[in-house]
């Protein structure tokens, strides 16, 4: 079983910066593919980005690739989303999701667990 709780969330202005964090309790957070995803209200959950189990490979959907770097911590069993020039479109809660296996792709439905998610808002 693994828990995941996100934090970082927050009230910030077009072109900020912030930080999420999700923190995974559980044995088996550095054999797990990791995803962040995010919905905006009235949307579909949408794939933000993954990443493998020992952090060496990441995947980011076209939106955010060259903002958005996703890194992982396993000793702190901890990934990160770092989200750079924010735009009022990222508007969203954000999710980090688990894998029991190596999965770190789009479809959220393979992913096992999941976070109660942080809210972001981008002002303009």
């Known amino acids: 079983q693994v828990q995941l709780v996100e934090s970082g969330g927050g009230l910030v202005q077009a072109g900020a910066s912030l930080r999420l964090s999700c923190a995974a309790s559980?044995?088996?957070?550095?054999?797990?593919?990791m995803g962040w995803f995010r919905q905006a209200p009235g949307k579909e959950r949408e794939f933000v980005g993954g990443?493998?189990?020992?952090?060496?490979?990441?995947l980011y959907t076209n939106s955010v690739k060259g903002r958005f770097t996703i890194s992982r911590d396993n000793a702190k069993n901890t990934v990160y989303l770092q989200m750079n020039s924010l735009k009022p479109e990222d508007t969203a809660v954000y999710y980090c999701a688990a894998d029991r296996g190596s999965y770190y792709g789009g479809d959220f439905r393979l992913y096992d667990y999941w976070g109660q998610g942080t809210q972001v808002t981008v002002s303009s």
């Open positions: 990443i493998n189990s020992s952090g060496g490979s990441t």
């Open positions: 559980g044995r088996t957070f550095s054999t797990s593919g």
